[in-house]
C-alpha cells in the first residue's frame, strides 16, 4: 500500500472530515472484507432471504428508449412490471415518436403500474444554449418537473467537466452542485450526480490528485449525493489505476461507497464481460453475464446501517445487444435469484 503524503493538504484534510461519519460504514466494510469463508452448510443452502432489498429494484429508462419511443410508456411500464421491477429512474418525460405525454399523466401511468418514480437524469449545463433544460439555465423549471412528479432523487449524468479538469476547476463545479442541492433540499429532494468512467482520471495540474476525490471533498455530503455507475467505476479503475507517470494508484469502487454509505442512495447495476484488449476493460452485457461479483458488491452495501433501507438499485445496460425488453427481463430474473448468505 503506498504511504506517499498527499501532495494537497486542504484536499486530503477535506477528505478525511467527510469520512468522519463513514467510520462505523469502514469497519463494516473490514469485517466484510476480511470475514471467514462460509461453511460447507451455507454453501450448500439454495434457499434464503433475497439479497436485492423489497422494493428496491428500478432500471434507468434510457435502456428502454427505443422502446418509449416506438411503444409508450404504458406498454413499456407494463412489461417492467410483469419483470418484477419496483422503481423507474427516467430518462427524460417524452414520448417521442410515440405521442405527446404530460407529466400528471406520466406519473399516473408509472403509479397504474405498480411502479415508483425514483430519479430523473437531467443535463448539467450547455454553453451553447441559455435556454436549454438543464440544471445551470433551467435551474427551477427542473425541479418544478421533478417534484410534479413526486421525485425524492433528480440528478445529472455529465461530469463535472464545465470549467475543465484541474483541481480548481472542479472545485468551481463542486460550488454549483452545491447550489443545486441546496435548491433541491429546499423541496424535500436530493440531487445526485452519476459518474462515468473519466471522473476516476487524474487532474492535470495535479497527476497526484483524483478528480472524483475533489468531487467528494469540495461538496456538502447534506446537498451532493452520488450515484454510482458500478460498470463505469470499475472501467475507471481499470483506465485510472496508474497515474500518468505510471506509479500505480489502485481504487476499490466497492471502497468508496462503504466509506460514506449515506452519499450514495441509487446505484447503476450494469455488468461487464472482462477483456483487457478492450480500451475499457470489459465489454457491456445484460447482468450476470459478466464478471463483477454482484453478490460481494450487493452484500456489503446492504450490510450498512439502513444498507437495506436507503439504497435503490437501477438496471442500466447502454447498447442491450439483442432487444432492451430482453435486457431488462433478464438483469431482472438475474438479481432476484441473489440470496443473503446465511439467511
Known amino acids: 500500500m503506498s504511504r506517499r503524503t498527499p501532495v494537497d493538504a486542504e484536499l486530503a484534510h477535506k477528505l478525511s472530515r467527510r469520512s468522519m461519519l463513514g467510520v462505523a460504514a469502514g469497519a463494516t466494510a473490514a469485517a466484510l472484507l476480511g470475514a471467514a469463508a462460509p461453511s460447507a452448510t451455507a454453501r450448500a443452502r ?6 436485492l432489498p423489497p422494493g428496491r429494484l428500478g432500471i434507468q429508462l434510457y435502456t428502454l428508449r427505443d422502446k418509449v419511443s416506438t411503444l409508450g410508456f404504458d406498454k413499456v411500464f407494463a412489461e417492467l412490471e410483469a419483470y418484477g421491477y419496483d422503481e423507474v429512474e427516467y430518462a427524460g418525460y417524452t414520448q417521442g ?26 443535463g448539467y449545463y450547455d454553453n451553447n444554449n441559455p435556454n436549454a433544460y438543464t440544471f445551470a439555465q433551467n435551474l427551477t423549471r427542473v425541479l418544478d418537473d421533478a417534484q410534479a412528479l413526486g421525485l ?14 484541474t483541481v480548481d476547476a472542479w472545485k468551481r463545479a463542486a460550488a454549483d452542485f452545491n447550489t443545486y442541492g441546496a435548491a433541491a433540499r429546499e423541496r424535500g429532494m436530493k440531487f445526485y450526480q452519476h459518474n462515468h468512467a473519466e471522473e476516476f482520471s487524474f487532474a492535470t495540474d495535479r497527476p497526484d490528485v483524483r478528480l472524483y476525490d475533489v468531487l467528494l471533498a469540495e461538496t456538502d455530503p447534506d446537498l451532493v449525493f452520488l450515484e454510482m455507475d458500478i460498470y463505469w467505476a ?7 489505476g496508474k497515474r500518468a507517470d505510471g506509479t500505480p494508484d489502485a481504487f476499490d469502487p466497492l471502497h ?11 446505484f447503476h447495476v ?30 456489503a452495501v446492504t450490510r450498512t446501517h439502513g444498507g437495506r433501507r436507503d439504497h435503490h438499485w437501477q438496471v442500466e445496460h447502454d447498447q442491450p445487444i439483442v432487444d432492451s425488453f430482453t435486457t431488462a427481463r433478464r438483469s431482472a430474473a438475474y438479481l432476484h435469484t441473489l440470496r443473503r448468505k446465511g439467511c
Not at 46 to 51: A, E, V
Not at 103 to 111: C, E, F, P
Not at 152 to 165: D, E, I, L, M, Q
Not at 234 to 240: A, D, E, L, T
Request: proline share 4%; no cysteine; aromatic share 10%.
Open 46 to 51: 439454495t434457499q434464503g432471504d433475497p439479497l
Open 97 to 122: 415518436s410515440a405521442g405527446a405525454i404530460t407529466l400528471a399523466q406520466l406519473k399516473q401511468l408509472t403509479r397504474d403500474h405498480g411502479l415508483k418514480g425514483i430519479g430523473s437524469h437531467v
Open 152 to 165: 425524492k432523487h433528480v440528478g445529472t449524468a455529465s461530469g463535472p467537466f464545465r470549467y475543465g479538469s
Open 234 to 240: 470499475y472501467v475507471g479503475r481499470f483506465r485510472f
Open 256 to 266: 468508496y461507497v462503504l466509506k460514506q454509505p449515506d452519499r450514495y442512495p441509487l
Open 270 to 299: 450494469k455488468d461487464g464481460e472482462r477483456d483487457i484488449a478492450a480500451r475499457d476493460g470489459y465489454r457491456m452485457v445484460d447482468v450476470g453475464d459478466g464478471d463483477i461479483d454482484y453478490q460481494k458488491f450487493l452484500a
